[in-house]
């Protein structure tokens, strides 16, 4: 059984899957800080020093009732919130990857085209037909093994 175990998670694409999910969770890291680092406190500027992360819409009151400066002064309290910033904070995040993937695969289509492209090698040919019985011969033969004729 630990052989099979073995066998299966060595194979080609399970590791190939693996690598591809931990690269994607370290690129989603990267997309985060992205966009909570860089891209929304100038959008937050855009809109009048708005924090994004702080946008929500009170449902029902917490044992301290508001209104709430944060997001967490919100939760802390016990209020019920629809938090609408961070998904506009998700959203960017994801368009933010799917470009980056976008540009990525669009990269590698590339090399691989160019090298789809590329000339095959000249190979030299081995062999030629002799011409009185069209049989395919080495090229230094100087007689035909087929018809015995003489090549020039």
Do not use: H, W
């Amino acid at each position: 059984m630990l052989k099979e175990f073995r066998e299966f998670a060595m194979r080609g694409n399970v590791v190939d899957m693996a690598v591809g999910i931990i690269m994607g969770s370290a690129f989603g890291t990267i997309a985060q800080s992205l966009v909570k680092d860089v891209l929304m406190p100038p959008l937050g500027l855009l809109t009048g020093g708005i924090e994004f992360n702080d946008m929500f819409v009170v449902l029902k009151q917490g044992v301290e009732p508001g209104p709430y400066a944060t997001l967490a002064q919100a939760q802390s309290a016990g209020a019920v919130t629809i938090n609408y910033g961070v998904f506009i904070n998700n959203v960017v995040a994801f368009l933010l990857v799917a470009v980056a993937l976008f540009f990525l695969i669009r990269a590698m289509n590339r090399l691989r085209r160019l090298k789809e492209e590329e000339p095959a090698a000249v190979v030299e040919p081995t062999t030629k037909e002799c011409r009185y019985c069209c049989s395919l011969i080495p090229l230094k033969a100087t007689r035909c093994p087929q018809c015995t004729s003489a090549l020039d």
